[in-house]
Antibody, heavy 119, light 109 residues
């Protein structure tokens, strides 16, 4: 079964750091580009970051550039998001999502992990 | 930056009716780069349509996508109870890489 499972969310104070993980299974992780997408409480979807299959191409949304770092380990079939200098507005459910191979869109999503930034 | 405007914000229909959801881009975009998602409460989004009109794996044929240029449409031919959800359109671009519309909530009338 194709699956993505996020972990690492929690409550953190403003200015703090958190590292999210996404474990992939059931497909050839090393072939596929990956994304992080977030959703603030009661709001819509916001794309956060993208990493290509070999990590040579990385993009960030302006809202997180300079504070968040995406990475992956193709041996461990895992995707990561290091989040530093967290702000209240980073509070959201964070999803990892696979880029659909050969097309444009995200065809596999995890269940999400919740990040709450609050003092 | 491409802005996607979805309308209506909320659509109230009954099971069995036809639903038409709109997504308008702020400038002309390639159909290849337009996708639609469904999201139910407490769940992750699910890819419905990619390339503006291609159904993703396992998506029933009552869902169809169409459009080109700046105007795109998601049509659900006959609503089933499980179709009531929030629908998002998405564009693959350059900066930012992906943009989502604000969503259309499809609710039971």
């Amino acid at each position: 079964e194709v699956q993505l499972v996020e972990s690492g969310g929690g409550l953190v104070q403003p200015g703090g750091s958190l590292r999210l993980s996404c474990a992939a299974s059931g497909f050839t992780f090393s072939r596929d580009s990956m994304n992080w997408v977030r959703q603030a409480p009661g709001k819509g979807l916001e794309w956060v970051s993208y990493i290509s299959s070999s990590s040579n191409i990385i993009y960030y949304a302006d809202s997180v550039k300079g504070r968040f770092t995406i990475s992956r380990d193709n041996v461990k079939n895992s995707l990561y998001l290091q989040m530093n200098s967290l702000r209240d507005e980073d509070t959201a459910v964070y999803y990892c999502a696979r880029d659909k191979y050969g097309d444009y869109g995200m065809d596999v999503w995890g269940q999400g992990t919740t990040v709450t930034v609050s003092s | 930056e491409i802005v996607l405007t979805q309308s209506p914000g909320t659509l109230s229909l009954s099971p069995g009716e036809r639903a038409t959801l709109s997504c308008r881009a702020s400038q002309s975009v390639s159909s290849s780069y337009l996708a639609w998602y469904q999201q139910k409460p407490g769940q992750a989004p699910r890819l419905l349509i990619y390339g503006a009109s291609s159904r993703a794996t396992g998506i029933p044929d009552r869902f169809s996508g169409s459009g080109s240029g700046t105007d795109f449409t998601l049509t659900i031919s006959r609503l089933e109870p499980e179709d009531f959800a929030v629908y998002y359109c998405q564009h693959y671009g350059s900066s930012p890489l992906y943009t989502f519309g604000r969503g259309t909530k499809l609710e039971i009338k």
